[in-house]
């Protein structure tokens, strides 16, 4: 789980000066990450079709046949984060953009630290946001909500782009993003998982599928470091993907692929950004302030 992403999480943090005279100043992080509800609608400046872009529904068709060559195995261990579904209420606390501006919505303590905490949600009948920085200012004390991440306490957000909300090099896509520590697998790199294969789950969409183990690594969290990998599970808090054991001590096994035809489906579908921008080359995995 994610501080881009990230994202922060319950295991994986996401990612995440002011003065009378001028705004606060929000520590940037390059747009694009996602996260949906399920069954519901785009964000209202996103337009609705029929069907997602093809890439996508490529991606979301899971059946990319197993890889005919492989790395040496990676032992890795991972955590999930997801997209909340929450509704707004009268006395809640604002979401505010870089700028202070309030966005629309006030959430109640815990939905908005826990916001912060995935970097994306979804509120009701009004969009879907995701994290946009921190400032030096408390906007919510998080503190007795999730005493470890101290920095969400200074999230601010912004009007997602994705259907399922923005990675670090692009859009989410469930059960493939992956956020990596890419001193130690690349963004974009594909991650093949012979555990995930063969099993079961539910798309945002409601839509049953069956894991092939293909996973794309386009997203980045606090707290990712090393052999630690976070799996987007789209709106499921609960991951139904058995590699997801929340334990250090329980990895699994996992390869580096050159499976092009794999690569370009899931880069285009994740909207992947290849050229890295000025901020990204100032770090190689999780620029975000830690708690």
Request: proline fraction near 10%.
């Amino acid at each position: 789980m994610r501080i881009v992403k990230r994202r922060w999480s319950i295991f994986a943090v996401p990612l995440f000066a002011c003065t009378a005279a001028k705004p606060p100043t929000v520590a940037a992080r390059p747009p694009g990450e996602v996260s949906p509800g399920i069954r519901l609608a785009p964000p209202p400046h996103i337009p609705q079709v029929a069907s997602p872009r093809p890439a996508l529904e490529l991606a979301l068709r899971f059946d990319f046949a197993p890889p005919l060559e492989t790395s040496d195995p990676l032992s890795l261990w991972a955590t999930n984060y997801f997209v909340p579904e929450v509704h707004s209420v009268a006395d809640g606390h604002d979401l505010r953009d870089a700028d202070g501006t309030p966005l629309g919505p006030k959430l109640s303590t815990y939905d908005w630290c826990n916001a912060a905490l995935q970097g994306t949600v979804r509120v009701v009948d009004v969009g879907l946001f995701n994290y946009a920085g921190v400032t030096d200012e408390v906007e919510v004390d998080c503190v007795e909500v999730f005493p470890a991440f101290k920095a969400i306490s200074r999230t601010r957000f912004r009007v997602a782009d994705g259907p399922y909300g923005d990675s670090a090099r692009g859009i989410l896509v469930p059960f493939r993003t992956i956020a990596v520590d890419s001193a130690r697998i690349p963004y974009g790199s594909v991650l093949f998982v012979p555990e995930a294969i063969g099993e079961a789950f539910v798309l945002p969409s409601g839509d049953q599928r069956v894991h092939d183990g293909f996973f794309f690594a386009s997203d980045r969290g606090g707290a990712i470091k090393d052999t630690h990998i976070d799996v987007f599970t789209g709106n499921q808090k609960q991951s139904p993907l058995s590699l997801v054991r929340n334990k250090k001590t329980e990895p699994f096994e996992a390869f580096l692929v050159d499976d092009q035809h794999a690569r370009r489906v899931l880069a285009a579908a994740h909207l992947f950004r290849e050229v890295r921008t000025p901020a990204d080359a100032a770090d190689t995995s999780a620029p975000e302030q830690l708690p």
